[in-house]
């Protein structure tokens, strides 16, 4: 009986061709190239957050000072007050009112008072994080009935955080 020399595999590779691969890569670049849509980023906030330490140095004289809104609690962490100023605020509502009449606005963009404004948080430590979320929201503007998002002020910061005595 004869053995043969039966080779089952080449020692040659399986070529793979490149070509199509390549033309492939390129009209999928091309496809999500053109069908990229550059959207706003929702929630993106012009937030200053308290630094570690004060400062040295002065203030610059040109700025004004921010409104102070104080958002109280109680020790659940549910909102029980807030005051602008000196003045109390009875619910969002009023908040949202107190602060257009702050910038001027009219109900139109771009409305100038809301360029210079700036809004310095100061809430409780124990107060829950939805009522500093709906406070922001309340001040950084508003969607209007026909879907027009109409800015109010940008410019939002808070202050250092503290434990209620």
């Known amino acids: 009986m004869r053995v043969r020399n039966v080779q089952r595999y080449s020692d040659e590779g399986v070529e793979v061709p490149m070509t199509p691969?390549?033309?492939i890569v390129f009209q999928l670049l091309a496809f999500f190239v053109m069908t990229f849509k550059i959207s706003a980023p929702e929630g993106d906030f012009n937030i200053k957050m308290p630094l570690a330490a004060p400062s040295v140095?002065?203030?610059d004289e040109s700025q004004l000072p921010p409104t102070k809104i104080t958002l109280r609690s109680d020790d659940n962490g549910v909102l029980t007050g807030m005051i602008l100023g000196n003045r109390?605020?009875?619910?969002r509502?009023?908040?949202r009112r107190e602060i257009r009449a702050m910038v001027n606005d009219a109900g139109g963009p771009g409305s100038p008072g809301a360029l210079a404004a700036e809004v310095e948080l100061d809430c409780d430590y124990q107060?829950?994080?939805e009522y500093v979320?709906?406070?922001i929201t309340d001040i950084s503007g508003y969607v209007t009935e026909d879907g027009r998002i109409v800015k109010l002020i940008e410019k939002i910061k808070?202050?250092?955080p503290?434990?209620?005595q």
């Open 93 to 95: 509502g009023e908040l």
């Open 127 to 129: 107060l829950r994080f």
């Open 21 to 23: 691969m390549i033309d």
């Open 162 to 164: 503290r434990v209620r």
């Open 133 to 135: 979320i709906d406070a």
């Open 158 to 160: 808070f202050s250092p």
């Open 88 to 91: 109390a605020i009875k619910g």
């Open 57 to 59: 140095g002065k203030p």
